[in-house]
Each structure stands twice: as structure tokens, then as C-alpha cells.
């Protein structure tokens, strides 16, 4: 079956921009979940999701980052004026539920100049 | 501050050999713990994983051994193949209300030669 897909796989902004990552998690999948990995570290959290409901913040490193699944479904993670301390690998990843098997996207590598 | 560690970022082994991957966590929290596996441009993949009440837990190839008293784990694959070549991502998470949060050590590079 399809896994959790992210688009776009890579992106390239200027310092300033607005940049919007998309997140489609696997079918029936409840809980979503944003991590960040820089180069040579492992993923690090950012924020959670219960269907639509953003239960858990607290990685989200300043205002800039916001996230939201509107419908339960798709998430989008924006980063306003972005700086280049912001360039990183961006994933995403489904569960059933919040005790399960979390399952990751391929991610959106964001560069940013 | 790491509160999971892999202290080895790379290991070769030949095939048909042993590979063991290290990994020690500070958290004493940790109640559950996962290995995930990445090839290059894909996004990490569920292995294998243990809960804190079990010491071993295996799975064809693959088991990971649990030792609380020295907040350690390992991953052995016996055998190893080529195919096994990946990144081997060691993560946990604690019990209660953030039990959904994965916290993972920095990776170590397994190399398996043909």
C-alpha cells in the first residue's frame, strides 16, 4: 500500500521566504507526527498530531515554524522568513495511533541561501 | 545533551559474520525502544523494537537486547548481508503523556562486504 508521501522532495528558497512542506500520511493514520534531522544527527521532534488536533508543539524551535492538519488528513508545515539555520531534511510520519509503530515519509530536504 | 547515544557512527563487517550495533540512552524515563534502518533517500523504516519489561526480543535475522541496569541496548543481525549496508537509527520513548515522542541517538553507518 502507499506509505506517507512529502512534497516536494527538495526545495531551494531564498532567506526571507515562506516555505509550506507537505505531509500526506498513510490512509487511515490518526496521528502525525514532524520531525528535523540536520546532517549526521538522528530526527528530532517538532510537533504532534491527534486527527486534526495539534496536541504537542513543543519541538517547534520559534514563532516561524507553524503546523496545522486541518481535515485529519494532509499536514503542512510552514516556515516564515526563513534563515538559513532553518536548512535541514524535514519528515513526516504516521501512526495508527500514538502508541503504534510510527511509519516515516522520505522527507523535504530545504536549503535555504 | 544526547539523551540517546550511538557512539560508533560507522562499522564494517563482512558477510555471513556478526554485526552489532551499539546504542546507551541517559533517560531513565525510556521505557520502549526501536531501531530503524535507512538506505540512502528513502526515509527511516521500523526494524525492530523492545519493550522494558523484555530483555531480548528477536525477529528472523535480527534481535535486540535489552540491559536496563546499564541503560544499553544492542541490535545484532546474524547473518550479515549486503543488503544490510544502511543507516541503523536507535530511538526511544518514555511511558505517560509524551509517549508518542521518539527521541533517536545519531545513527551508525553498517557496512556489509560481499
Known amino acids: 500500500g502507499a506509505g506517507v508521501s512529502q512534497s516536494p522532495r527538495y526545495k531551494v528558497t531564498k532567506r526571507g521566504q515562506d516555505v509550506a512542506l507537505r505531509c500526506d500520511p498513510i490512509s487511515g493514520h490518526v496521528s502525525l507526527y514532524w520531525y528535523r534531522q540536520a546532517l549526521g544527527q538522528g530526527p528530532e521532534f517538532l510537533t504532534y498530531f491527534n486527527y486534526e488536533a495539534q496536541q504537542d508543539k513543543s519541538g517547534l524551535p520559534n514563532d516561524r515554524f507553524s503546523a496545522e492538519r486541518p481535515e485529519g488528513s494532509i499536514s503542512t508545515l510552514t516556515i516564515q522568513r526563513t534563515e538559513q539555520r532553518d536548512s535541514a531534511m524535514y519528515r513526516c510520519?504516521?501512526?495508527?495511533?500514538?502508541?503504534?509503530?510510527?511509519?516515516f515519509g522520505p522527507g523535504t530536504r530545504l536549503l535555504v541561501l | 545533551d544526547q539523551q540517546v547515544k550511538q557512539n560508533s557512527p560507522s562499522l564494517s563487517v563482512q558477510e555471513g559474520r556478526i554485526s552489532i550495533l551499539n546504542c546507551d540512552y541517559t533517560n531513565s524515563m525510556f521505557d520502549y525502544f526501536l531501531w530503524y534502518k535507512k538506505y540512502p533517500a528513502e526515509g527511516p523504516t521500523f526494524l525492530i523494537s523492545i519493550s522494558s519489561i523484555k530483555d531480548k526480543n528477536e525477529d528472523g535475522r535480527f534481535t535486540v537486547f535489552l540491559n536496563k541496569s546499564a541503560k544499553h541496548l544492542s541490535l545484532h543481525i546474524v547473518p550479515s548481508q549486503p543488503g544490510d549496508s544502511a543507516v541503523y537509527f536507535c530511538a526511544a520513548k518514555g511511558s505517560g503523556g509524551s509517549n508518542y515522542k521518539l527521541t533517536f541517538g545519531k545513527g551508525t553507518l553498517l557496512t556489509v562486504n560481499p
Open positions: 510520519a504516521s501512526s495508527g495511533g500514538r502508541w503504534e509503530t510510527q511509519y
